[in-house]
Every structure is written in C-alpha cells, then in structure tokens.
C-alpha cells in the first residue's frame, strides 16, 4: 500500500467529488439559502480557527470546507489527465513528472478501493 500522503488531499476529494451527486452544490443556489457560512464556502468571508464537522464526504474523502472551493484546479487538471490515461494510455510513465505520475497513483488507489466497496 502505498504512504497517504497530504499533498495529494485536494485531489482526492476532488476524484470522489467529481463521482458524487453535485446537485445540491450549485454557488447561486447556496449563497441564496444562506448556506455558504454554513458550508464554509471558501468565496465568503473566513473567520480565522473556525472549525466543525466535516461539510462533505464519500468514500474516505472529506471537506471541512466547501468542496466546489477547496478543490483547485491542478486537482482537476490531473483528474482529467488520469481519467484520458486509463481510457487510452496515452502516456509513458517514465516521460510524466514525479508529481503526475504519484497523482495518478493516488487516484489508481481511490478507484480500485470505491471498486472494492462496490461504489459507482
């Protein structure tokens, strides 16, 4: 098994994120029910050693924050990159950065244990 490593938290949820139902996820709708200080929306205003339960999870993965906020969009990028991969391999491992080849491997491990837990 390979070491969890912190850098790789952001991806992580973004990979169970993207799997979820992001219905109730809109920004417009949010802001307007009032619940972006509920969800601590990182577009809002912070208020500094504010803590709580988490505001999302699935599969392991959790947010503390908004999860359309804390995601970034490196996180993304190499969502989309690894998910082109395993359709099509289109790349070598030995020509990817360290830093695209551990992402793909965190993500590779997130797949196959939803697929373990017969998640989507």
Same mark, same amino acid.
């Given at each position: =098994? !390979?070491? *969890?490593?912190?850098?790789?938290? /952001?991806?992580?949820?973004?990979?169970?994120?993207? +799997?979820?139902?992001?219905? &109730?996820? /809109?920004?417009?709708?949010?802001? /307007?029910?009032?619940?972006?200080?509920?969800?601590?929306? &990182?577009?809002?205003? +912070?208020?500094?050693?504010?803590? $709580?339960?988490?505001?999302?999870? +699935? $599969? $392991?993965?959790?947010a503390w924050e908004c999860p359309k906020t804390f995601?970034? $969009?490196?996180?993304?990028?190499?969502?989309? *990159?690894?998910?082109?991969w395993k359709l099509g391999g289109i790349r070598d491992?030995?020509?990817?950065?360290?830093?695209?080849?551990? &992402?793909? %491997?965190?993500?590779? %491990? *997130? !797949?196959? +244990?939803? =697929?373990?837990?017969?998640?989507?």
């Amino acid at each position: =098994m !390979l070491p *969890e490593r912190r850098r790789t938290k /952001k991806l992580i949820v973004a990979f169970h994120f993207q +799997r979820s139902n992001q219905a &109730g996820w /809109k920004c417009d709708a949010c802001r /307007k029910s009032g619940l972006a200080q509920q969800r601590r929306c &990182g577009w809002g205003e +912070r208020r500094p050693g504010e803590h $709580g339960p988490p505001v999302w999870s +699935r $599969g $392991g993965a959790a947010a503390w924050e908004c999860p359309k906020t804390f995601i970034t $969009g490196e996180s993304l990028t190499l969502l989309e *990159e690894f998910q082109a991969w395993k359709l099509g391999g289109i790349r070598d491992w030995y020509k990817m950065p360290a830093r695209t080849v551990d &992402g793909f %491997l965190a993500l590779e %491990l *997130e !797949l196959r +244990r939803e =697929m373990e837990r017969g998640d989507r």
